[in-house]
């Protein structure tokens, strides 16, 4: 089953702005109707590494080697894992940090979908009360065979939306045609 919301009829008809000429490819924006499944906020949190280093006065929990945390159909594996509360205890922020050979990868199952969302960068920052993912360096997203990449993407789950850009030069062009924005859309299935 592909998504609906990479065909271009929907693409267009969703107030969507598109904004990435072919020359500059610098900006990518379009919506992605997948929502994490409701119930996975309610859900505990479970995390394995090989290590930990929890300050419970700063708020701040450092998991490190191998780093794998769940919460319901969400899951995130890194080299690297720093959690941040707030003044109430509450996780605000997890930056997953991965390495040129095995990079940090996010996997969450979109609300009513049979497929999930993935996603993959050297550097993750989830920004869980603004509802936002930020992936920096070698960044690329997939679902359901559809595809786009660039150096740094921003996913807002409650906006539905994706940014994308490339990395720049002094002149502000992309820095090597290896940074340029990239996106494959499959096309509509017409199976019933």
């Not at 969703?14 to 859900?43: G, K, T, V, W």
């Not at 660039?150 to 990395?167: F, L």
Request: glycine residues 4%; aromatic residues 8%.
């Amino acid at each position: 089953m592909k998504f609906d919301y990479f065909s271009r009829a929907r693409f267009l008809n969703q107030r969507c702005i598109l904004s990435l000429s072919i020359l500059s490819l610098s900006l990518l924006l379009f919506p992605l109707n997948s929502m994490a499944l409701s119930s996975d906020r309610d859900q505990p949190i479970n995390l394995e590494a090989d290590a930990a280093d929890i300050d419970d006065l700063k708020g701040i929990s450092i998991y490190t080697g191998n780093v794998i945390l769940t919460q319901g159909s969400m899951v995130i594996k890194s080299a690297k894992l720093t959690l941040y509360n707030d003044k109430n205890k509450e996780l605000e922020k997890a930056i997953a940090v991965g390495t040129d050979k095995k990079l940090a990868t996010f996997k969450q199952r979109p609300e009513g979908k049979d497929k999930d969302f993935r996603a993959r960068s050297k550097t993750m920052i989830y920004f869980l009360n603004k509802d936002k993912i930020h992936l920096l360096k070698k960044a690329y997203v997939w679902q359901a065979g559809d595809t786009f990449s660039g150096d740094k993407i921003i996913y807002d789950t409650k906006k539905e939306t994706v940014v994308a850009s490339s990395v720049k030069n002094k002149n502000g062009q992309p820095a090597s045609s290896g940074s340029r924005v990239k996106v494959v859309i499959q096309p509509k299935s017409n199976n019933k």
